[in-house]
């Protein structure tokens, strides 16, 4: 024999309350995502990485150059970052720090894996293919992570990733130019498309 | 200009436990003290308002996607917001293409930020005096 059946209790007031509150809290979160990439983060690391081109093109052995855009990742990173959170605090919503969140969260992985790949690609004598690599990478990382934004975040990284396959497929000799077009032009032009159309 | 008040009072608002032993005779006070908007207490209504409340305007095409929905329920429950004075629509053509635009109006804001205080109120009705 079966539990004797019982009548359905009705929902307590007030979970229906915090569930209604949860569920504005979400509403919002899905609806500012519009506006929650940096367009000025973006331009700051875009001349940032043009600086780091032109220092790279200068230097005559692998490991000097590698360092120089190391170092310039890291500045981006925290350019970055920092244009994120500073942008979400300054809109004053629950619904932007989420989705920059959002954004963030799907944007690290791809950069985990061109973090992981670098050693290995160096130390097999490819760095030659690393521009490539990280440009793909990268422009996949804002083309994942910008299906929760703009239209126009997933298009930049989608062009991110044609100039990464350009670079490893046409000319992998040609990297520093190829950075410098990617991490430089592309994301100082669609960094100024976002701050003027969506609010810095 | 996009939500600011409503916006950061639910940002602040933490899930709250209520003494079971509150549960029955509380939630008949609580429901008979409090007079909420029907009008935005429906789950559509509701996400229509909210999702305004944080964008200057958005588009037929951009609520749909973000409530998920289907276009005559959208359509069903846009209507009642406008009727209501709680939303306007902008009806114009890009490229040729029927472009509708909701905005949320001083009404709908007002009409949100209530509803959320009502809810704040009913969960601290049902938390009871802090012991």
Redesign the interface.
């Known amino acids: 024999m079966g539990k004797p059946l019982r009548a359905q209790e009705p929902e ?3 979970r229906r ?2 569930e ?2 949860s ?3 979400a ?2 979160a ?3 995502p ?1 506006t929650a990439v940096p367009g000025w983060g973006g331009v700051a690391m875009g001349v940032s990485a043009l600086i780091a081109a032109g220092f790279a093109a200068r230097q005559a052995n692998p490991a000097e150059w590698l360092a120089v855009w190391l170092a310039e990742a890291v500045l981006a990173l925290g350019i970055g970052g920092f244009a994120l959170v500073r942008k979400a605090f300054r ?6 720090l989420h989705a920059g969140k959002q954004f963030a969260g799907n944007f690290v992985p791809p950069l985990l894996a061109g973090a992981l790949l670098t050693p290995v690609l160096y130390r097999a004598g490819l760095a030659g293919h690393l521009p490539g690599l990280w440009l793909l990478l990268y422009g996949t990382a804002v083309t994942t992570a910008g299906a929760f934004s703009i239209r126009v975040v997933p298009i930049m990284g989608i062009c991110l990733m044609g100039v990464g396959a350009a670079a490893l497929i046409v000319a992998p000799s040609a990297g520093d130019l190829f950075m410098a077009v990617g991490f430089g032009v592309i994301q100082i032009g669609f960094g100024l498309l976002i701050a003027r159309r969506y609010g810095g | 200009m ?3 008040g ?3 009072r ?2 602040r ?1 933490k ?2 436990e ?1 003494p079971p032993e509150l ?1 029955a005779t509380s ?1 008949e006070a ?2 008979s003290s409090l007079e909420l908007d029907r009008l935005i207490h429906e ?1 559509m209504r ?2 229509i308002v ?6 200057p305007s ?1 588009t037929f095409a951009e609520l749909k996607q ?2 998920g929905t289907t276009d005559g329920n959208l359509s069903v429950h846009a209507r009642k917001l406008e009727d209501a004075g709680y939303v306007t629509v902008m009806k114009s053509f890009a490229d040729r293409v029927p472009r509708t635009e909701y905005t949320l109006t001083a009404a709908g804001r007002n009409a ?1 930020e209530r ?2 205080g ?3 109120d ?2 601290r ?3 009871g005096p802090e012991r």
């Open positions: 307590p007031l007030h309350a915090a209604d509150l569920f504005i809290r509403t919002m899905r609806a500012t519009l809109a004053e919503s629950p619904g932007l | 996009a939500d600011r409503a916006a950061r639910i940002a608002q899930p709250v209520r549960q939630g609580a429901a789950r509701l996400a909210s999702a305004l409340a944080v964008a958005l973000i409530l949100l509803y959320v009502h809810m704040e009913l969960i009705m049902m938390k």
